[in-house]
């Protein structure tokens, strides 16, 4: 069987793991987790990098940072992770969805005007696979309408817009290290960028379970005490010394994923000329970090049926999301603003093919052969 994901391993984790565990300080902001976030600083350019659980902890920071109230509205993609929705939902949100451009699976940032209301706080742009959102036309309306923007950077660690990282485009960024993302903690974990001063000293407080500990720590405050609203929010050391093991291969295992990428997209060239399907499309200000690879087929039935069929020949593809305003949650914290064009229909044609470091030429070559078997050896003649 060709798994869907194998977790990025570079070989260096464990020597780390095992310094973490031998330096008798395995909680959080220790030794390897000061490490990673100085490699975020240096790499990503923000002003703050804090190492979280999750994305969603992250997320969920982001609702904390900019006050989301009662009857607040954000604006998002229904193309997306549940994550991006509840964090702000938590807090007593309403999410307004809005539609995706078939292109990059992006939200259409055409249609996020005409979703903006009095009550509208901020603008959650998810960059689908790692490739980026138009960015600078939803910075143009944050800012006329005074909103903040919160990038789901999850899937976009080393990607760029204009040459501007991922992450680190509006208020605040958040990243996953989950065992399915480029780089991994050791099976969980994330990160929040903070790209606005404003945000820094509460972040850091928020982080800390609401206190002022890490002032504490750096001799600014004689004690620490309880200060705001906060929870706990630090990556263990253990998590952190594994993301350094991963850190260090960044570049290579950047490059490998994108040579993956590139293999896929030259063998199936053929059948996106003859119409049988869609690949993906990078608009030409954004680099990409292979994050994913999908093919769109035409329909639903013909994906339910490819996916059966690899299945029964040992691979393991998979599809992703159901449109959340189309969930019992989403109808229930969210509402749709506006056509479904593309995120139903879009979302139904989509397949992600199996695309980790370590996947080998062979490999690709053999699912390759199995979905053109798919499309011109078993295909009904229409
Ligand atoms: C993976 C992912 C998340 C959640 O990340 P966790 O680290 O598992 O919390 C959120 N948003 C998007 C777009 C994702 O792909």
């Given at each position: 069987?060709?798994?869907?994901?194998?977790?990025?391993?570079?070989?260096?984790?464990?020597?780390?793991?095992?310094?973490?565990?031998?330096s008798g300080k395995i909680s959080g902001d220790g030794h390897f987790g000061k490490k990673c976030e100085k490699w975020?600083?240096?790499?990503?350019?923000?002003?703050?990098?804090?190492?979280?659980?999750?994305?969603?902890?992250?997320?969920?920071?982001?609702?904390?940072?900019?006050?989301?109230?009662?009857?607040?509205?954000?604006?998002?993609?229904?193309?997306t992770f549940v994550s991006t929705a509840n964090a702000f939902v938590l807090h007593g949100a309403k999410i307004k969805?809005?539609?995706?451009?078939?292109?990059?699976?992006?939200?259409?940032?055409?249609?996020?005007?005409?979703?903006?209301?009095?009550?509208?706080?901020?603008?959650?742009?998810?960059?689908?696979?790692?490739?980026?959102?138009?960015?600078?036309?939803?910075?143009?309306?944050?800012?006329?309408?005074?909103?903040?923007?919160?990038?789901?950077?999850?899937?976009?660690?080393?990607?760029?817009?204009?040459?501007?990282?991922?992450?680190?485009?509006?208020?605040?960024?958040?990243?996953?290290?989950?065992?399915?993302?480029?780089?991994?903690?050791?099976?969980?974990?994330?990160?929040?960028?903070?790209?606005?001063?404003?945000?820094?000293?509460?972040?850091?407080?928020?982080?800390?379970?609401?206190?002022?500990?890490?002032?504490?720590?750096?001799?600014?405050?004689?004690?620490?005490?309880?200060?705001?609203?906060?929870?706990?929010?630090?990556?263990?050391?253990?998590?952190?010394?594994?993301?350094?093991?991963?850190?260090?291969?960044?570049?290579?295992?950047?490059?490998?994923?994108?040579?993956?990428?590139?293999?896929?997209?030259?063998?199936?060239?053929?059948?996106?000329?003859?119409?049988?399907?869609?690949?993906?499309?990078?608009?030409?200000?954004?680099?990409?970090?292979?994050?994913?690879?999908?093919?769109?087929?035409?329909?639903?039935?013909?994906?339910?049926?490819?996916?059966?069929?690899?299945k029964e020949n040992g691979i393991l593809a998979v599809f992703h999301y159901v449109p959340l305003h189309t969930s019992?949650?989403?109808?229930?914290?969210?509402?749709?603003?506006?056509?479904?064009?593309?995120?139903?229909?879009?979302?139904?044609?989509?397949?992600?093919?199996?695309?980790?470091?370590?996947?080998?030429?062979?490999?690709?070559?053999?699912?390759?052969?199995?979905?053109?078997?798919?499309?011109?050896?078993?295909?009904?003649?229409?």
């Open positions: 069987m060709i798994p869907f994901n194998k977790p990025p391993h570079t070989g260096n984790e464990e020597k780390y793991v095992l310094e973490a565990i031998n975020f600083l240096e790499k990503l350019n923000c002003k703050k990098a804090f190492l979280t659980p999750s994305c969603t902890a992250a997320l969920e920071m982001c609702a904390m940072l900019i006050d989301v109230k009662e009857g607040d509205e954000i604006i998002m993609p229904s193309y969805f809005v539609d995706i451009r078939p292109d990059t699976m992006n939200i259409d940032e055409t249609k996020i005007e005409a979703a903006i209301t009095e009550k509208t706080k901020a603008i959650v742009p998810v960059h689908y696979a790692g490739v980026g959102c138009e960015m600078d036309k939803i910075l143009e309306i944050a800012e006329k309408y005074n909103l903040f923007v919160i990038e789901d950077a999850a899937q976009g660690m080393t990607s760029s817009y204009k040459n501007k990282p991922l992450g680190t485009i509006g208020h605040l960024g958040a990243f996953s290290f989950h065992e399915t993302k480029n780089y991994t903690s050791g099976g969980e974990g994330g990160l929040l960028i903070i790209n606005d001063n404003r945000f820094v000293e509460r972040a850091e407080i928020i982080r800390e379970k609401g206190t002022n500990r890490s002032q504490f720590f750096r001799g600014m405050v004689d004690k620490y005490t309880w200060v705001d609203i906060g929870s706990s929010y630090l990556m263990n050391e253990i998590s952190a010394a594994y993301l350094w093991g991963q850190l260090e291969e960044a570049e290579k295992i950047k490059k490998e994923r994108l040579k993956i990428w590139e293999y896929y997209y030259q063998a199936l060239r053929k059948l996106q000329e003859e119409n049988i399907i869609s690949l993906p499309i990078i608009p030409e200000n954004c680099e990409h970090n292979a994050h994913m690879f999908y093919i769109k087929v035409n329909d639903l039935e013909t994906r339910t049926n490819l996916l059966n069929y690899l019992p949650a989403g109808r229930k914290y969210g509402e749709y603003v506006g056509m479904d064009n593309f995120t139903t229909r879009e979302s139904e044609r989509l397949v992600r093919l199996p695309l980790y470091y370590g996947l080998t030429k062979k490999e690709v070559d053999f699912i390759v052969g199995k979905i053109k078997d798919f499309f011109y050896e078993t295909e009904p003649i229409p």
